[in-house]
């Protein structure tokens, strides 16, 4: 299921698609950036997965984070570096929102 949400939100083999949630998250994030997306972040790892259908096999699932996956490792990497808890709107937080079928963080 993450695997279809991850594509239906407009992260697709072959690129962004227009009028998505990817689109308006490349956007955002580009805006925030000055201009780019940088390499590592939501949109940048949503469109690699959309692009590889791999998002299940990262560990990224319907009903969460798998322990032990390249998912699980990402969510603690990125709580150690901000105290101790995955922020919303982080890589990993927005990755499983829609991996979930959420919007990720696009507000």
């Given at each position: ?54 998002a299940n096999s990262s560990g990224f699932t319907k009903s969460g984070i798998s322990s032990e996956s390249k998912a699980s490792q990402m969510m603690s990497k ?30």
């Amino acid at each position: 299921m993450s695997n279809k949400n991850v594509r239906k939100a407009g992260f697709t083999s072959s690129g962004i698609k227009k009028g998505s949630i990817a689109s308006s998250m490349m956007s955002k994030e580009a805006k925030a950036a000055g201009g780019g997306v940088r390499s590592g972040g939501p949109t940048a790892t949503l469109q690699g997965m959309g692009a590889k259908g791999s998002a299940n096999s990262s560990g990224f699932t319907k009903s969460g984070i798998s322990s032990e996956s390249k998912a699980s490792q990402m969510m603690s990497k990125e709580a150690k570096s901000h105290g101790g808890g995955t922020p919303k709107g982080s890589t990993t937080a927005t990755v499983q929102s829609i991996s979930m079928g959420g919007k990720g963080s696009t507000d």
